[in-house]
């Protein structure tokens, strides 16, 4: 890591083994954006020895939750977590990915009747790790998903 | 086997669970034929929720509520309901489930049947949502196809548009369970899907004569008018999909088809032994039976 230019934080949380060029969607589902008060720091296309190029994000002060950690895992399913307290790290683990999301991918089946505004329908997905990628299924229509991130709600 | 609760995919049925179904179906008909009489849905009501019109789906069922001594509520002309003042399926659920025992949902969203099941405390049978599943229509062309031929080891044609049948994408599926070998036979712009040919079957892409010599069964189904640009177009690909009794003369294959037809059968074919269709319309009754007693018992 210390190649790495982005500096140690004090408490907050490290999310690494990003893949390349998904930095900022951990960030959206972060809630992080332009005018957020969090400090940040990121490394996007790092050299890495199990995934070629990864990204890596740092945020100070923000402990991740288990919906945060659901929704990574699908556009991340090989991302660690590392959560550091007072400069060192108090835990660390993977993300898994859920076998169900509930209120997370939104069908893009536009005739789902998920997707039926006046229906108090949450969308539901069976969720399953193919070689590596992340395939989600509808519970309602049946409809597949390989791109998740462009689905994420 | 797992009792059936609610039954809103074919995808949810084992091999067992069809089979099951299909041994019940056969206990029932004499029953549907009207030639015995049973009780054993008497005090039972099932609420037929239409959204769409399918008259024929909606008095099979009724057929064989009625042959069980069961009753029947319709929802009635959409424009007569609350549906028309805007009220959710949701809603419409809530209230048709605390009159009765039973819910046959057709509705034009896909997945509206999952959702429904969702939401229901008494049974849902799904006849058919949106593009999406409608699987009594599956397990009444399966038992055709074991009453009049054989469900193990089976060559089957499906001949038509194989693009936007769900009737035909359904069957796949099933018939994936059975080891068959299916014929396709289609315009090249009404092709079957990459996606559905994602199961575990010898599929062969072949011509009508192809199929006919070597199908123990063909499964006709109609080719829309709207799927072509032009009358001319559509007249030329129709044409050449069209079952004949000529064509048939050498054949023991039985013939298939969801129905209605338009001209994809000529008529000449109804009166040969080859000709199911209107038997696969009647056994729709006693396999619609096996699943209410089902649900309902
Ligand atoms: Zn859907």
């Given at each position: 890591m210390n190649v790495l230019t982005i500096s140690k934080i004090r408490d907050g949380t490290v999310i690494d083994h990003i893949p390349a060029g998904k930095a900022l969607e951990v960030l959206k589902i972060l809630g992080i954006k332009s005018g957020s008060r969090?400090?940040?720091?990121?490394a996007m296309n790092v050299e890495s020895k199990k995934m070629g190029r990864k990204d890596i994000v740092k945020?100070?002060?923000?402990?991740?939750?288990?919906?945060?950690?659901?929704?990574?895992?699908?556009?991340?399913?090989?991302?660690?977590?590392?959560?550091?307290?007072?400069?060192?790290?108090?835990?660390?683990?993977?993300?898994?990915?859920?076998?169900?999301?509930?209120?997370?991918?939104?069908?893009?089946?536009?005739?789902?009747?998920?997707?039926?505004?006046?229906?108090?329908?949450?969308?539901?997905?069976?969720?399953?790790?193919?070689?590596?990628?992340?395939?989600?299924?509808?519970?309602?229509?049946?409809?597949?998903?390989?791109?998740?991130e462009k689905y994420l709600v | 086997m797992s009792r059936i609760r609610h039954l809103i995919s074919i995808d949810d049925l084992s091999k067992s669970d069809i089979e099951y179904l299909l041994d019940r179906a056969d206990d029932f008909l004499d029953v549907a034929r009207g030639k015995r009489r049973l009780r054993t849905l008497e005090g039972k009501i099932l609420a037929n929720l239409f959204f769409e019109p399918s008259t024929r789906t909606r008095m099979s069922f009724e057929s064989a509520m009625k042959r069980l001594g069961g009753e029947v509520i319709n929802l009635g002309t959409l424009e007569a309901t609350s549906v028309a003042k805007g009220e959710s399926l949701a809603d419409t659920l809530r209230v048709v489930e605390q009159y009765a025992d039973c819910i046959v949902l057709r509705h034009y969203r896909e997945g509206s049947a999952r959702f429904a099941s969702q939401i229901c405390d008494v049974p849902v049978i799904n006849a058919g949502d949106g593009a999406g599943q409608h699987p009594t229509q599956t397990l009444l062309d399966l038992y055709t196809i074991r009453k009049e031929a054989r469900l193990n080891n089976l060559k089957i044609a499906l001949i038509g548009d194989l693009k936007y049948s769900r009737t035909v994408h359904s069957l796949i599926k099933a018939l994936a369970l059975f080891n068959a070998e299916i014929y396709l036979v289609s315009p090249?712009?009404?092709?079957?899907?990459?996606?559905?040919?994602?199961?575990?079957?010898?599929?062969?892409?072949?011509?009508?004569?192809?199929?006919?010599?070597?199908?123990?069964?063909?499964?006709?189904?109609?080719?829309?008018?709207?799927?072509?640009?032009?009358?001319?177009?559509?007249?030329?690909?129709?044409?050449?999909?069209?079952?004949?009794?000529?064509?048939?003369?050498?054949?023991?294959?039985i013939v298939m088809h969801p129905l209605p037809?338009?001209?994809?059968?000529?008529?000449?074919?109804?009166?040969?032994?080859?000709?199911?269709?209107?038997?696969?319309?009647?056994?729709?009754?006693?396999?619609?039976?096996?699943?209410?007693?089902?649900?309902?018992?």
């Open positions: 969090e400090r940040v720091s990121m945020v100070e002060g923000k402990f991740i939750s288990d919906e945060e950690l659901n929704r990574i895992a699908l556009i991340a399913p090989k991302a660690t977590i590392n959560i550091v307290k007072d400069f060192e790290i108090s835990r660390k683990f993977r993300v898994s990915i859920p076998q169900r999301v509930e209120g997370i991918l939104r069908c893009p089946n536009q005739n789902c009747i998920s997707n039926d505004p006046k229906e108090p329908a949450t969308s539901e997905f069976r969720v399953e790790e193919l070689n590596g990628d992340v395939v989600a299924w509808c519970v309602f229509c049946g409809k597949k998903v390989y791109d998740v | 090249e712009t009404l092709r079957l899907p990459e996606e559905i040919m994602d199961v575990d079957v010898t599929f062969v892409e072949c011509d009508l004569k192809e199929a006919i010599e070597n199908a123990d069964v063909l499964y006709v189904t109609r080719i829309q008018r709207e799927r072509f640009p032009d009358e001319e177009e559509y007249r030329k690909v129709a044409g050449s999909y069209r079952l004949t009794a000529e064509m048939l003369e050498n054949s023991d294959a037809r338009v001209d994809e059968i000529s008529y000449d074919v109804d009166g040969l032994k080859n000709a199911v269709y209107f038997r696969q319309a009647f056994y729709g009754v006693p396999v619609r039976m096996a699943i209410l007693s089902e649900v309902m018992s």
